[in-house]
């Protein structure tokens, strides 16, 4: 099976920065994207930013200029570095990926367990 295992969340000050990991494990051929969705009380699960196998990256409007996501392919695993937190970034943040596994033989979507980020003074 596969795993994506994530760290990082916390609670940080307005301005402050946070750095979150995920990392996928298990029975891997490669992977077509990955990333992270955020999903804030009361509100749909939202695209943060994602990176597919080509190299490009997407973002969210909201945090264009403020997160980076980048990815270390040599241990499956993606990092999103968050400056300048704001408020409304709180949310319960998920790693996503969608791969090829060998189990299934075919693209499949994984998602993490998630993990909290609240911003406030």
């Known amino acids: 099976q596969v795993q994506l295992v994530e760290s990082g969340g916390g609670l940080v000050q307005p301005g402050g920065s946070l750095r979150l990991s995920c990392a996928a494990s298990?029975?891997?051929?490669?992977?077509?994207?990955m990333g992270w969705y955020r999903q804030a009380p009361g509100k749909e699960r939202e695209l943060v930013a994602v990176i597919i196998s080509g190299g490009s990256t997407n973002y969210a409007d909201s945090v264009k200029g403020r997160f980076t996501l980048s990815r270390d392919n040599g241990k499956n695993t993606v990092y999103l570095q968050m400056n300048s937190l704001k408020p409304e970034d709180t949310a319960v943040y998920y790693c996503?990926?969608?791969?090829?596994?060998?189990?299934?033989?075919?693209?499949?979507?994984?998602w993490g367990q998630g993990t909290q980020v609240t911003v406030s003074s």
């Open positions: 996503y990926s969608r791969l090829y596994t060998p189990v299934y033989s075919s693209l499949r979507s994984f």
């Open positions: 298990g029975s891997i051929g490669s992977i077509n994207s």
